[in-house]
């Protein structure tokens, strides 16, 4: 079951800099998208999300763009911080499933000072 | 703020035992989940749990699996005979009901070990 993508595993930027995180979904039923971060040992973090009905949501740092014709969404994170260094899970939820979630296999990212 | 809790943190068990995973959701949330994460795998979706009934699970939430809300906060998840490719961390996670927002807190996990 691949319907939610990360293609990178890994990530590696500047302090300062722009971080972006890629997804990819397959089901075109996805209404809801999450981005959630998560530290070992420790359960994933809500950070953001977007309904299917806009093309972009903004939260201090953090920015989710939706791109639903190449089913398609990326978060961005300006400045990025050291503290920032952890596992990125990228989600998609249908409404009438009772919203459960489906996870993408995560991106590593990792803010160097 | 308002979290989701988990008790106990780690779990060793051996196989063919049963176990029971709790879990302390949001007071005011109406939608309950579990989660599992196999070491190294993504995480996966087990079950969810609205108006005391299990509105949809996934292939892996077998006989073997079965939730309960015994009270009015707790939310517990039941492995009637434990295997090995039981052992993973095992999350629960919570939502309001209402309005659009689908967001879903987690807890913390508990890490099942079956030997």
């Known amino acids: 079951d691949q319907q939610v993508k990360q293609n990178s595993p890994s990530l590696s930027v500047q302090e300062g800099r722009i971080s972006i995180l890629n997804c990819d979904y397959t089901?075109?039923?996805?209404?809801?998208f999450l981005w959630y971060k998560k530290y070992p040992a420790e359960g994933p973090t809500f950070l953001i999300s977007?309904?299917?009905?806009?093309d972009k949501n903004e939260d201090g740092r953090f920015t989710v763009f939706l791109n639903k014709s190449a089913k398609h969404l990326s978060l961005h994170i300006v400045p990025s911080q050291p503290g920032d260094s952890a596992v990125y899970f990228c989600?998609?939820?249908?409404?009438?499933?009772?919203?459960?979630?489906?996870f993408g296999q995560g991106t590593e990212l990792s803010v160097k000072p | 703020e308002p979290e989701v809790t988990q008790t106990p943190s780690h779990q060793v068990t051996q196989m063919g035992q049963e176990v029971i995973l709790r879990c302390v959701p949001i007071?005011?949330?109406?939608?309950f989940y579990w989660y599992r994460q196999i070491l190294g795998q993504k995480v996966e979706f087990l079950v969810s749990?609205?108006?005391?009934?299990?509105?949809?699970k996934s292939e892996i939430f077998d006989d073997q699996f079965s939730v309960e809300r015994p009270d009015g906060s707790n939310f517990t998840l039941k492995i009637r005979s434990t295997k090995l490719e039981d052992s993973a961390m095992y999350f629960c996670?919570?939502?309001?009901?209402?309005?659009?927002?689908?967001?879903?807190?987690f807890g913390p996990g508990t890490r099942l070990t079956v030997t």
């Open positions: 089901n075109s039923m996805f209404d809801y």
């Open positions: 989600a998609a939820s249908v409404y009438n499933q009772g919203g459960k979630l489906i």
């Open positions: 977007i309904s299917s009905i806009k």
């Open positions: 007071s005011n949330h109406l939608y």
């Open positions: 996670a919570s939502r309001v009901a209402t309005g659009a927002s689908y967001e879903q807190y």
């Open positions: 749990f609205y108006n005391n009934e299990i509105s949809e």
